[in-house]
């Protein structure tokens, strides 16, 4: 199995910043290997969503329309963690953030990599509160 362990939430005014961590563990998992790997997540009244994905290497990279050009997604294989850095924050980005992890083929199809029965492992999840 593969243990996702996530850090960084927590509770910010709209226009600040949150860094998410999420740090890789496990039986299944090697730095050898490449994986999919994105950051969901669950706001009330929506489906859960893919925020951003990121597959091992760094191509391809996905971000929902929403989070464009305010969060960012990146890999630090040799410390075996995901982050996700969320500037100019919005109210409307409020949810619980999980990572998720993979197979790396897909994250070569853009449907597939959006999609969260696709992914076979998951974090506990991370409350992000954005107020006015």
């Known amino acids: 199995q593969i243990q996702l362990v996530e850090s960084g939430g927590g509770s910010v005014q709209a226009g600040g910043s949150l860094r998410l961590s999420c740090a890789a563990s496990?039986?299944?998992?090697?730095?050898?290997?490449?994986?999919?790997m994105a950051w969901f997540r669950q706001t009330a009244g929506k489906e859960r969503e893919g925020v951003a994905i990121?597959?091992?290497?760094?191509?391809?990279?996905y971000y929902a329309d929403s989070v464009k050009g305010r969060f960012t997604i990146s890999q630090d294989n040799a410390e075996d963690t995901l982050y996700l850095q969320m500037n100019s924050l919005k109210p409307e980005d409020t949810g619980v953030y999980s990572c998720?992890?993979?197979?790396?083929?897909?994250?070569?199809?853009?449907?597939?990599?959006?999609?969260?029965?696709?992914?076979?492992?998951w974090g506990q999840g991370t409350q992000v509160t954005v107020s006015s």
């Open positions: 496990g039986y299944n998992y090697s730095r050898r290997n490449r994986y999919c």
């Open positions: 998720a992890i993979g197979p790396f083929l897909i994250c070569l199809t853009h449907d597939h990599a959006q999609t969260p029965a696709r992914y076979t492992y």
């Open positions: 990121i597959a091992t290497g760094g191509d391809p990279t």
